[in-house]
């Protein structure tokens, strides 16, 4: 490729990631700066991020095992900041979802959650982890809920903010909220409607029905069984191999297919139309594009 060519493709990709952020920045702004500090006041576990440069697979691990992987308030901000790495790893293909030691997520952290119960921090909490989580599914890499164990409350609407959910065998997802005298706070009601519909949305919710994979799989929400048990060690493998397939190729092209549906899912028509022709303009031309053409020099 000319060196004005790859020059034009550098600044396509610098174009495409600026617009990705302005498309997030709205989700991060002072308004939920006062929670943050609240927050960052109970301490506990981790959310790890692990970038495999050969795959551009990179795994995000929610790390609290003695707390069912339950989400502290300082990993609710690591959360946020791992994300943060992901929106700019211009290498990177995929992100894999998962929980330490066998379980996926319990939820929120009971400890956080009785210490800001009053209704102005609740709602700050709320809008925190709803841009969060906005910003995982807004990813420009496809992203994989690999759900071991338990997805419990908050930890199934972190589920539904990804754009797969494969379970093992033995995996359940609940929407517990309304044994809590709550309704989904993070999105997930508004996500999970459009995953598997309204009325299966409200049995669920209403019915705090425990989702096996066979019955998620059934109604949508689930998009594959892996054949094995959570905490075996298999689940991750089998995860990676169902990915494969979705992630061969360069990575600027995979970035670019999920920036153009997500943009379809989210935007009115003409504005989806438009952001598709801006990102056809990045990979047009580019290396990808210019070596199968030259690998395809005629039609058969």
Do not use: Y
């Not at 991020?49 to 691990?61: F, I």
């Not at 709320?126 to 992203?143: K, V």
């Not at 990676?240 to 379809?264: C, D, H, N, T, Y």
């Amino acid at each position: 490729m000319s060196v004005c060519g790859a020059a034009r493709f550098r600044g396509s990709v610098a174009r495409i990631l600026q617009q990705h952020r302005a498309v997030c920045s709205h989700t991060s702004g002072s308004s939920t700066e006062g929670i943050r500090e609240k927050l960052q006041a109970f301490p506990g576990g981790s959310v790890e991020l692990r970038k495999q440069r050969d795959s551009g697979v990179a795994l995000l691990t929610l790390n609290n095992p003695a707390r069912r992987n339950a989400l502290s308030g300082s990993m609710m901000l690591d959360l946020e900041q791992r994300l943060c790495e992901l929106e700019t790893w211009t290498e990177g293909r995929a992100v894999i979802v998962q929980g330490a030691a066998g379980t996926f997520c319990s939820g929120s952290d009971l400890s956080a959650v009785r210490a800001i119960a009053n209704p102005h921090d609740g709602m700050k909490m709320c809008e925190f982890m709803q841009n969060t989580l906005t910003r995982l599914l807004r990813l420009p890499l496809i992203s994989v809920a690999l759900v071991e164990g338990r997805a419990l409350g908050g930890g199934a609407e972190l589920t539904t903010a990804c754009d797969f959910r494969l379970m093992t065998s033995d995996a359940v997802i609940q929407f517990v909220h309304k044994h809590m005298g709550l309704v989904p706070g993070w999105g997930g009601a508004a996500r999970l409607v459009r995953i598997v519909g309204s009325q299966n949305a409200l049995k669920l919710l209403s019915g705090a029905r425990k989702v096996d994979p066979d019955t998620g799989k059934q109604m949508g929400l689930v998009d594959e069984v892996l054949h094995c048990s959570s905490g075996e060690g298999e689940a991750l493998c089998q995860a990676e191999r169902w990915l494969g397939p979705l992630i061969q190729g360069p990575a600027p092209v995979i970035q670019a297919v999920k920036r153009v549906v997500v943009s379809g899912r989210e935007l009115p028509l003409d504005q989806a139309l438009q952001t598709e022709r801006s990102v056809f303009g990045t990979v047009w031309g580019a290396p990808a594009n210019l070596e199968a053409l030259a690998l395809k020099p005629k039609h058969k």
